[in-house]
């Protein structure tokens, strides 16, 4: 069974670019998170889409914002980009199972550096 | 304060030891409690989760949760070179919709051979 897709895996931008980034969810899986994870802030949670809609968002600036697709693969958007915004940006996706034991599957991630 | 807490480490072990990692969170009504891996370079991998109080294990891995104390541990018995990678505490809180999870900073374990 496929795991959960990222792409691309690097990129680097400059300052005031945008950047989007793609998810492909494990096959079944229809809830996507997105987290940003620094070495200084650690692992931060972005948003998380389920069924084409925002369920959740974090403390995060417009700038960033996402979607997801009816096949469950979602996309994340930065516009603007800002050099604060170089990170690893994880895309994590589960089933949406009633009981409280919903576990996060991680992708490998997007690694992103703003010049 | 942070919603949870880790101490960063390093902790250094010897290898066959146990390795004991803590971890306290701010919402008592936090519901479910999930250990992740990580290793340097790589994305998180889920070592198990717990979500009653006492102990569960799996492997040479056991987690304790602590409700009324707000806390959780993992201890991991027999460690190994491969153990040494960042373990991260997350939590999903009783005020956070659909799968939000809320990560600790990690702690860094070291095992020498």
């Not at chain 1, 070495?39 to 403390?59: C, D, V």
């Not at chain 1, 949406?96 to 690694?111: E, H, M």
């Not at chain 2, 306290?24 to 990580?38: K, M």
């Amino acid at each position: 069974k496929a795991g959960v897709t990222q792409t691309p895996r690097y990129l680097i931008k400059t300052r005031g670019q945008q950047v989007t980034l793609s998810c492909s969810p494990i096959s079944g899986h229809r809830s996507v998170s997105w987290y940003q994870q620094t070495p200084g802030q650690g692992l931060q949670f972005l948003f998380e889409y389920f069924s084409e809609t925002q369920r959740n968002k974090g403390n995060f600036p417009g700038r960033f914002s996402g979607r997801q697709f009816s096949n469950s693969r979602s996309e994340m958007n930065v516009s603007t980009l800002e050099l604060g915004d170089s990170a690893l940006y994880l895309c994590a996706s589960s089933l949406d199972l009633s009981s409280g034991a919903n576990v996060l599957t991680f992708g490998a991630g997007s690694r992103l550096t703003v010049l | 304060q942070k919603e949870v807490e880790q101490n960063s480490g390093p902790l250094s072990v010897p290898e066959g030891a146990i390795a004991s990692l803590n971890c306290t969170y701010s919402d008592r009504g936090s519901q479910s409690f999930f250990w992740y891996r990580q290793y340097s370079g790589k994305s998180p991998e889920l070592i198990m989760f717990i979500y009653s109080n006492g102990d569960k294990e799996d492997g040479r891995f056991t987690a304790q949760l602590n409700k009324a104390s707000q806390y959780v541990s993992l201890l991991i018995r027999d460690s190994q070179p491969s153990d040494s990678a960042t373990y991260l505490c997350a939590v999903r809180m009783i005020k956070a919709a659909g799968n939000k999870l809320t990560f600790g900073g990690g702690t860094r374990v070291l095992v020498k051979p």
